[in-house]
Nanobody, 127 residues
Framework: QEQLAESGGGSVQAGGSLRLGCTVS????????VGWFRQAPGKEREGVAS????????TYVDSVKGRFTISQDNDKDMLFLQMNSLKPEDTALYYC????????????????????WGQGTQVTVSS
């Protein structure tokens, strides 16, 4: 059974850093995408970053480019999001998600519909 579980959220002042982790388990697909999404109060959920399981393809939403880094440890089935230079507008509930895909190059599309989701972890950035 496919499961994802986030960790590492918290509160930080603007300019600070946080690292989110996500345990990805039960996936038997040859190729799949994993990504980070966030939803702030009163706003729609948005894709933050995604990466293919093989690590060949990744992408970021413009607002986090140069500040956030998505990475994974396939040996440990872990997905990470390193968030630096955090801003108050980064405050949101962050989710990791995964979906099978026929070709890893499609993992650069943050508009893809993801099938499997974690429960979310809160990130709060104060000014």
């Amino acid at each position: 059974q496919e499961q994802l579980a986030e960790s590492g959220g918290g509160s930080v002042q603007a300019g600070g850093s946080l690292r989110l982790g996500c345990t990805v388990s039960g996936f038997t697909y040859n190729t799949y995408c994993v990504g980070w999404f966030r939803q702030a109060p009163g706003k729609e959920r948005e894709g933050v970053a995604s990466i293919s399981r093989d690590g060949r393809y990744s992408t970021y939403v413009d607002s986090v480019k140069g500040r956030f880094t998505i990475s994974q440890d396939n040996d440990k089935d872990m997905l990470f999001l390193q968030m630096n230079s955090l801003k108050p507008e980064d405050t949101a509930l962050y989710y990791c998600a995964a979906r099978p895909i026929v070709s890893s190059r499609f993992c650069t599309d943050l508009q893809l519909q993801y099938k499997f989701w974690g429960q979310g972890t809160q990130v709060t950035v104060s000014s």
